[in-house]
Nanobody, 130 residues
Framework: QVQLVESGGGSVQAGGSLRLSCVVS????????KAWFRQAPGKEREALAAINTGAPATYYADAIKGRFTISQENAGNTVFLQMNSLKPEDTAIYYC???????????????????????WGQGTQVTVFS
């Protein structure tokens, strides 16, 4: 089993920054891909970014490319999402997820990647006010 715990959410003014953290524990060697998703009220879950632990590679959704950065430390035990230039539309619950591999066979990072992620954190709320 793998456990994921997110932290770092909060309320921030538009234009500000937040850094989310996700600590991965348990059978960490069984999951080589970590990703960040978010879900806003009344909206579908949205894939944001993913990182491959082994061969360093990152994947980003076009909607947040250039503003958000995914990174890792401790051999992938901790994953971060640095979010800059935040907008009110970034308000959502942000989730960390893990999978054995980044499902590149599904094509570029998309919301459909979520089906391959079997481990999820409890989520952390991000609120951006104008």
């Amino acid at each position: 089993q793998v456990q994921l715990v997110e932290s770092g959410g909060g309320s921030v003014q538009a234009g500000g920054s937040l850094r989310l953290s996700c600590v991965v524990s348990g059978s960490i060697y069984s999951v080589n891909c970590k990703a960040w998703f978010r879900q806003a009220p009344g909206k579908e879950r949205e894939a944001l970014a993913a990182i491959n632990t082994g061969a360093p590679a990152t994947y980003y959704a076009d909607a947040i490319k250039g503003r958000f950065t995914i990174s890792q430390e401790n051999a992938g035990n901790t994953v971060f999402l640095q979010m800059n230039s935040l907008k009110p539309e970034d308000t959502a619950i942000y989730y960390c997820a893990a999978a054995p591999l980044c499902p590149r066979w599904l094509g570029p990072l998309s919301d459909g990647w979520a089906t391959d992620f079997g481990y999820w954190g409890q989520g952390t709320q991000v609120t951006v006010f104008s």
